[in-house]
């Protein structure tokens, strides 16, 4: 018995127990998954922006977080009632658009031997899967909805509420749970400073890439910009992929417009932003843990999708970082001789 508590009492083996454990609720609550990572984002994003505006202007801060909330659900209301029928039907006559494309047959002979490869490799049954996924998921939009409001809501209390939720929560540092406090504070440290900030830089980074993207689009002339737009913006929040996936449906639509020169166009649109993104945003956003490269980036990818389904492409990156971190990974490069 001595030998297993000294062997507990082990700082390395106590934290690996803890963590494994961790794991173990969240994997018994995965049902709700969903809504405990809306939750995070809300708190995280939201409270930087409320740390940003108290710094600057001199209000009290539950003031803020009210404004701030205000404003925010003020702002989807708005946006949802207004805008998401033309949204909706922009996403569906995009879908169309794409599918004519790949279905008609074309004058040129090149295009057409791709169309034809494309079916016989069956790609095109990954396509549609997708867009299975994406009308299943989409048309469940009450569950969604209310996952939203119910994370907007307690990550609401949450800010209001911080101050006093760390001074309470930190009297578990003097109780009989004070190993289990200090490891779980230990994690949830780590887990904002790496996962919540690099949440935070693909967010940044996906609102860049769309507007600039959609300014480029509409000085092009694209039909139903809203509808892209929003494509642009949710495809940006995966790492290097999205912007691979988001290329092929933007080179259909200029094709269908402008033939290869609006094709060329889009190469070059996407380049540009391409290179804004990885040398200007990633090195200001990112950390140098985050400068993965692409081999493990789409590796990365490819396993949290399967274990996590869509959510696994937009948090695959920040789990992978986090995990880094707690592993004192330090991603310091050698210099070249």
């Known amino acids: 018995m001595d030998v297993v508590n000294r062997i507990l009492n082990i700082k390395g083996i106590k934290r690996i127990i803890i963590f494994s454990l961790i794991i173990l609720v969240l994997y018994a609550v995965k049902s709700m998954i969903s809504f405990i990572l809306f939750t995070f984002i809300f708190s995280f994003l939201i409270n930087r922006l409320v740390t940003i505006v108290s710094d600057r202007v001199p209000l009290n801060r539950r003031i803020i977080v009210i404004i701030s909330y205000l404003g925010i659900v003020g702002l989807l209301?708005?946006?949802?009632?207004?805008?998401s029928p033309?949204?909706?039907s922009e996403i569906t006559e995009l879908i169309r658009q794409v599918t004519r494309f790949y279905?008609?047959?074309?004058?040129n002979v090149v295009l057409n031997f791709l169309v034809d490869y494309i079916e016989t490799n069956q790609i095109t049954s990954y396509l549609e899967q997708g867009f299975t996924f994406l009308v299943k998921y989409f048309t469940d939009i009450s569950t969604l909805a209310i996952q939203i409001l119910l994370a907007l809501v307690l990550s609401f209390f949450f800010l209001l509420?911080?101050?006093?939720?760390i001074e309470f929560t930190s009297q578990f540092k003097t109780s009989k749970l004070a190993a289990f406090y200090n490891e779980i504070a230990f994690f949830g440290q780590k887990f904002v400073l790496t996962f919540g900030k690099v949440i935070e830089a693909q967010f940044v980074i996906a609102l860049v890439n769309c507007i600039l993207t959609t300014l480029a689009l509409w000085i092009?002339?694209?039909?139903?910009l809203f509808g892209l737009a929003i494509m642009i913006f949710f495809l940006g929040l995966i790492p290097v992929a999205g912007v691979i996936i988001s290329f092929f449906p933007l080179c259909t639509i200029a094709y269908t417009i402008g033939g290869f020169a609006y094709v060329l166009y889009i190469v070059v649109v996407v380049l540009v932003i391409h290179a804004i993104e990885a040398y200007i945003l990633n090195p200001k956003l990112m950390s140098s843990k985050t400068d993965l490269p692409v081999f493990y980036t789409f590796i990365i990818l490819i396993f949290s999708e399967h274990f996590f389904g869509v959510w696994g492409l937009i948090i695959g990156i920040p789990i992978f970082v986090f995990l880094l971190d707690v592993l004192e990974?330090?991603?310091?490069?050698?210099?070249?001789?």
């Open 77 to 83: 209301v708005y946006g949802i009632s207004k805008y």
């Open 86 to 88: 033309l949204i909706i």
């Open 103 to 107: 279905t008609k047959p074309q004058d």
């Open 161 to 165: 509420e911080k101050p006093k939720l």
């Open 220 to 224: 092009l002339g694209f039909p139903q």
């Open 329 to 337: 990974v330090t991603g310091k490069r050698k210099s070249k001789v």
